[in-house]
């Protein structure tokens, strides 16, 4: 990932085409070593292209993973719309109780 951060700099920057050596000279910056390996990997994959198109074409695809709650919503439908109440009162009780509990010990200390 910072690799491809790196990279990103460097085209916001003004470069269209950075090479391993801009990307290595950004995270040297920082303190980082870059692993010779996985720079070359980065500069193979994204030379020659738009980053802009690249970056869509990312969207695009993690626009169809499927989100983590979205599916349950619409499946409970009215009920959901109520359930969020009372777990709010719930909650200010409780919130209540721990208030009240902590003023017992007012005035006095853990070594007195």
Request: glycine fraction near 12%.
């Amino acid at each position: 990932m910072r690799y491809v951060a790196a990279y990103l700099l460097a085209v916001l920057g003004g470069n269209t085409s950075p090479s391993s050596k801009d990307i290595k000279t950004i995270l040297g910056s920082v303190g980082i070593e870059a692993e010779a390996q996985r720079l070359d990997k980065v500069v193979n994959e994204l030379n020659g292209k738009d980053i802009n198109e690249v970056m869509n074409a990312g969207l695009s695809k993690l626009a169809s993973v499927p989100a983590g709650g979205a599916v349950a919503a619409p499946a409970a439908g009215a009920v959901a719309g109520t359930a969020p109440v009372a777990a709010e009162e719930k909650k200010e009780e409780k919130k209540e109780e721990s208030e009240e509990g902590s003023d017992d010990d007012m005035g006095f200390g853990l070594f007195d």
